[in-house]
C-alpha cells in the first residue's frame, strides 16, 4: 500500500511513467478501506491467525489479501485509457481485466452503474456485493475494486481471488451476533467466487498476471515495460511506512 500511494506521488509529479503493479502478500492481510471503521475488525482473531491489517488509501471493504492476485494502476487523471471521472474510469479499467479474464478461460460480465444500497453502505465485506462496472460471473462477483484520486493522480487497486476458502475473511470481522456471521458466510459463498472454482483447475500467480498484462496491453494497444521502484519512490514509501501504513494512529483512526 505504501508503495502503491509513492508510486502515486511520483506519477503525480511527472516522475514516473503509469504503472501497472501485480503483487501478492505474505503473510496474508486484511486490508481495509479509507473510510471503514476499524471496529469492523476482531484484532485479537486477526492476531491469533498471524494475519496483518493495513487500511488502504482506496475506498471500499475488507478484504482478505490470500490466495488472490492484487493489481494497482496508477495514472494521471487526464490519461486517455484510465481518466476521467470515477465511474468513467471504473468503466475503461474493466475492459482490460475482462480482457485478461477471457484469455484465462472465464465468461464474465461487466456489472451496470446502479444506485448504492444500503447492503453496500453497510456490509463490512467487500465480495459480498458487486458495484458498479465490477467483474462478475453468473451474478457472483470476482474481482474487488476500489480507487483513490489524489492531486490529479489515480490509484485503483483490485483484489482477484484465484483459489482457496473465500469465507475466511468472515472469522476475523465482527458481527453481531453468531447467526449474522453465519449468514454472511452463506452469502459470500453465494456471491463471490475464485478462479479455481469458476475454472475447476488451478491457476498459478504467475498465469494470471501474465493474462493481466496482456489484457491492458491488447485492449489498450500499450508498450508495458517491467521496472523497479525508483529510489525516491522507495524514499517515499518508506516514509509512508513510517507515518501510515505501520502506524496504529492511521490504522485506527476511524
Not at 451496470?112 to 458498479?132: G, H, I, K, W, Y
Not at 465482527?174 to 467466487?193: G, H, V, Y
Request: contains cysteine.
Amino acid at each position: 500500500m505504501a508503495l502503491d500511494e509513492a508510486i502515486l506521488m511520483s506519477v503525480v509529479e511527472g516522475d514516473s511513467p503509469p504503472t501497472l503493479r501485480l503483487y501478492a502478500w505474505e503473510p496474508p492481510c486484511l486490508s481495509i478501506g479509507y473510510a471503514q471503521p476499524i471496529a469492523d475488525v476482531d484484532q485479537n482473531l486477526l492476531h491469533n491467525f498471524g494475519w496483518d491489517l493495513v487500511r488502504r488509501p482506496t475506498g471500499g471493504r475488507a478484504i482478505l489479501h490470500t490466495d488472490e492476485l492484487t493489481y494497482a494502476i496508477i495514472a494521471s487523471n487526464t490519461n486517455r485509457h484510465v481518466g476521467g471521472g470515477v465511474l468513467e474510469s471504473y468503466h475503461r479499467i474493466s475492459r482490460g481485466l475482462v480482457a485478461a479474464l477471457t484469455l484465462l478461460g472465464l465468461s464474465v460480465e461487466v456489472q451496470p452503474d446502479l444506485p448504492v444500497t444500503e447492503e453496500q453502505r453497510s456490509n463490512p465485506v467487500c465480495f459480498q456485493v458487486p458495484s458498479a462496472y465490477e467483474i462478475t460471473v453468473d451474478g457472483r462477483k470476482l474481482i474487488g475494486n476500489a480507487q483513490v484520486r489524489r492531486r490529479g493522480g489515480v490509484l485503483q487497486h483490485g483484489s482477484l481471488p484465484l483459489g482457496g476458502d473465500i469465507t475466511r475473511i468472515c472469522q476475523v470481522l465482527r458481527f453481531k451476533d453468531e447467526p449474522t456471521r453465519s449468514q454472511a458466510i452463506q452469502n459470500l459463498r453465494d456471491r463471490a467466487a475464485t478462479v479455481e472454482e469458476l475454472l475447476g483447475i488451478s491457476t498459478t500467480w504467475q498465469q494470471v498476471a501474465d493474462a493481466l498484462i496482456h489484457g491492458f496491453r491488447e485492449t489498450f494497444d500499450l508498450i508495458l515495460e517491467p521496472g523497479s521502484p525508483s529510489d525516491s519512490e522507495i524514499l517515499q514509501k518508506n516514509s509512508l511506512l513510517s507515518s501510515c501504513y505501520s502506524n496504529p494512529s492511521w490504522t485506527e483512526r476511524v
